[in-house]
């Protein structure tokens, strides 16, 4: 049975392992200064398939989005896309990213954004991916 809690656990608990930088989630109540750089993430996951027989598996789809927030006013833009570069490295097709059951099918790197204050880039990773449980 797929749980989205398992899920979004483990893909933040190994996006932790390899980041450089704070991770926080959505849900986290947190306020960063114009100097901070750190990194949001949010996992969607979409209907888990069920099936009827019982030996067979459940399967999800989903986007895990890890955004780099680095200040405008202490860092330069490529200091952005070389964390987002490094992060992206680790996610490659097929990986299951030392992750169980989750398999990375791609890994796309939309345009730098600014966030709403204008006072931090934002570069984003979007880890589509599959869940078999």
Request: aromatic share 8%; charged share 20%; proline share 3%.
């Amino acid at each position: 049975m797929i749980k989205q809690f398992n899920v979004e656990k483990a893909l933040r608990d190994n996006l932790k392992s390899i980041a450089t930088l704070a991770v926080y989630g959505w849900d986290n109540n947190f306020e960063p200064q114009v100097t901070d750089s750190y990194i949001l993430e949010k996992c969607m996951l979409g209907n888990v398939a069920i099936t009827l027989s019982p030996n067979d598996s459940e399967n999800a789809n989903g986007i895990y989005q890890v955004d780099i927030y680095t200040p405008l006013a202490t860092k330069a833009k490529w200091y952005g896309l070389e964390l987002r570069d490094n992060l992206k490295a680790n996610y490659t097709k097929g990986l299951t990213a030392g992750i169980t059951g989750i398999i990375i099918n791609n890994v796309n790197t939309p345009s730098m954004r600014m966030n709403e204050a204008n006072t931090h880039r934002i570069h984003t990773l979007d880890i589509n991916f599959t869940v078999i449980g």
